[in-house]
Structures are given as structure tokens and as C-alpha cells.
């Protein structure tokens, strides 16, 4: 009868345990993202950080946003007076997420305040200027990396989506190697989708392969599931070539859909007009888990952007990212086990 009873109880904890459609050991994650000072440490940001802890997320990757003015401008600048978050914000929705029992990634990102696309910085052959925007990119990052190390984060990222800077080899080896310094966790970096990942040259110096895995899904304004499970296989493929040339586990750093008509056609577009259509995005999230989730075993996890820190943000009228208010962020709870 004992044995009975301690093998009932045991059953009943796997049972409880256990959620469908979850994968034992994945990041279950989320960007978090503001572009303004003092968003992250209002009280709204921590109710914010309670509705995806409802989805059963277990990582947030909280987004930071410093900037340079030009394509060929080698300052970059954090501008804490108004578009960047401060470091006291940082500190405070990073506290906030692990009180949450929420793991943390600290993503630092560059973007060109003239509108360029960040990974179009390239300075060809002029050594000067590589030289001083190097300096001024490891004051930037190492600036970050100390806090993620002050505040115990578990995932830091080195960079996003720099491919026109991946043929410095030398300065990037020397940005780790006092990243490595100065952060003792592990590290990442994001790379894009479109190929930029092949070129990466110090994938064996960081922990994870990151991609932001934005690839274009269908070319239809109504696809259907099946047709969207497929259009994986290639990426998969691809992914799988990566992860044994490396030899590290593959995280998306970043996936997403808008709720826009049309949206899995070119996801990484933010600006396509059109009308909303939350129902696509669901569908590219459902399409994400049943072909990625957990079927290859190089596959650590993923962050969905993006989560914003008003609790109130998204809804049925929302043409953006976040999945919050909408059917997308059911399709979370479902495979997050929320």
C-alpha cells in the first residue's frame, strides 16, 4: 500500500508538471522594449511584466537603444535625456523581472537616428573611421555589460544585426574578449536572418548562436497553417548546417508577426500598411511551434518581439508587434504553459 501511494504521488507530480505542447529546457522568452527615458520604471512596466508572466514566459530580454546620427558616423550615443532608457530604468525593470521570477537577457541595440538600417554601417576601407567607431561601440557595450554583470543577468548580447561590420574580425575578437572580462555569463549575439549568420566569424567565442528569424513565411495574404509548417523546412535546414559547423545551441533572439493583413509575408517590415488582422499572427505563431518547438536539438529557445510596457497596449485595432490583447497571445499560453 506505501509503494502504491508513494508511486500515486509521483504520477500526480508529473502530472501537474507537465504542460502541453512545452519543451522541457527551452527560453521561453519575450522582448521587452521602450525608446524613451523612464518608461521602464513606472509602475505600469511592472504590471506590464505581470501580464507575460501570465503566459508562462520564463526570459524576458530587456532592450536598450543607443544611437549614432549617420550611416557613416563613428559616435555612438546614448541619449539618456530622452530616447534611452537610463541606467536607474535598466536597473529597475530588471530587479522588477527577476522578483517576477523571470530570467534575463540584457540586449543593447544600435540604431541610426537618420533612419538607416543598422546593419548597412560600413565604413569600407577607411581605417580611421573603423578604428574610432570601434572605440566608440566597446565604450558603449562594455558600458552595459558592467551592468549586467552588477545585477546578476543571465544572457548578455553583444550586438544586433551589424552584418555590414563582420569582415573586422580583430576588433570584434577584442570587444569579447573584454566583454568576457567584465561579464562572467554567457553571451549571444543576434544575427539576421538573411544570411548575415554565415558570415559571423566569432560564433565559437560566445555561448549561443542568436538569429533574429524574421523569414518570410508564405506569399499569399491567406495561407494556411499547413502551407506555413512547411515553409520552415528550409529554414530548419540551414539552421541545422550552422549549428554543427559552430557547434553551439541555436536561440532566436528574436521572431514576430504584426497583426497586420499580410504580415507573413515580409515580417520584418514594422511599416506595411494595411488593415488589422490579429488572426495572421496567431497563425504564424501557431506555425513557429508546431514546426520549430522543440523538434531539433540544436534549438535553445526564443524571444518574441516584442512586449511593450504599457499593460494596456495592443488589442483586436493594433497593427503591431505585441501580442498582448490579442489571439496571439492565447497561442503562447497554450505552448508557454500560462
Known amino acids: 500500500m506505501a509503494c502504491a501511494m508513494r508511486t500515486f504521488a509521483i504520477v500526480a507530480v508529473m502530472l501537474a508538471l507537465w504542460v502541453p505542447g512545452a519543451a522541457a529546457g527551452l527560453m521561453e522568452g519575450m522582448n521587452v522594449a521602450a525608446w524613451w527615458h523612464g518608461l521602464y520604471a513606472r509602475p505600469e512596466a ?5 501580464g507575460l508572466r501570465r503566459t508562462g514566459a520564463d ?25 534611452t532608457p537610463t541606467m536607474d ?8 523581472a527577476k522578483g517576477l521570477g523571470f530570467r534575463v537577457m540584457l540586449k543593447p ?3 541610426v537616428l537618420d533612419g538607416t538600417w543598422r546593419g548597412l ?5 577607411e581605417e580611421e573611421k573603423w578604428r574610432a567607431w570601434f572605440d566608440s561601440y566597446r565604450k558603449f557595450i562594455l558600458r552595459y555589460a558592467a551592468l549586467a554583470a552588477a545585477e546578476g543577468v543571465d544572457l548578455f548580447c553583444v550586438g544586433v544585426e551589424l552584418g555590414g561590420t563582420m569582415g573586422r574580425v580583430r576588433e570584434w575578437g577584442s570587444v569579447i574578449r573584454e566583454i568576457r572580462r567584465t ?3 554567457p553571451l549571444t549575439y543576434a544575427a539576421n536572418w538573411d544570411g548575415e549568420m554565415w558570415k559571423v566569424p566569432f560564433w565559437k567565442d560566445l555561448d549561443y548562436v542568436g538569429i533574429d528569424a524574421y523569414y518570410p513565411l508564405t506569399g499569399s495574404f491567406s495561407p494556411s497553417l499547413d502551407e506555413l509548417v512547411r515553409a520552415w523546412n528550409g529554414p530548419l535546414r540551414g539552421l541545422g548546417c550552422l549549428a554543427k559547423r559552430v557547434g553551439n545551441p541555436i536561440l532566436f533572439t528574436e521572431i514576430g508577426y504584426r497583426s497586420v493583413d499580410g504580415a507573413l509575408r ?16 496567431a497563425l504564424g505563431y501557431r506555425a513557429f511551434f508546431e514546426a520549430v518547438w522543440g523538434k531539433e536539438s540544436w534549438f535553445a529557445g526564443a524571444f518574441f518581439w516584442h512586449w511593450e510596457v504599457d499593460p494596456d497596449a495592443g488589442g483586436p485595432g493594433d497593427t503591431g508587434y505585441t501580442p498582448q490583447g490579442k489571439p496571439a497571445e492565447g497561442v503562447l499560453r497554450e505552448y508557454f504553459g500560462g
Open 89 to 96: 530604468d535598466l536597473r529597475t525593470i530588471i530587479r522588477w
Open 183 to 185: 561579464y562572467p555569463g
Open 266 to 281: 515580409e515580417p520584418w517590415r514594422w511599416d506595411n500598411p494595411g488593415k488589422p488582422d490579429p488572426q495572421e499572427q
Open 109 to 111: 541595440h544600435l540604431d
Open 59 to 83: 526570459w524576458v530580454a530587456v532592450v536598450v537603444t543607443c544611437y549614432q546620427r549617420e550611416r557613416d558616423s563613428t559616435e555612438i550615443l546614448c541619449l539618456e535625456e530622452s530616447r
Open 46 to 50: 511592472r504590471e506590464s511584466l505581470l
Open 121 to 125: 554601417i560600413d565604413f569600407g576601407r
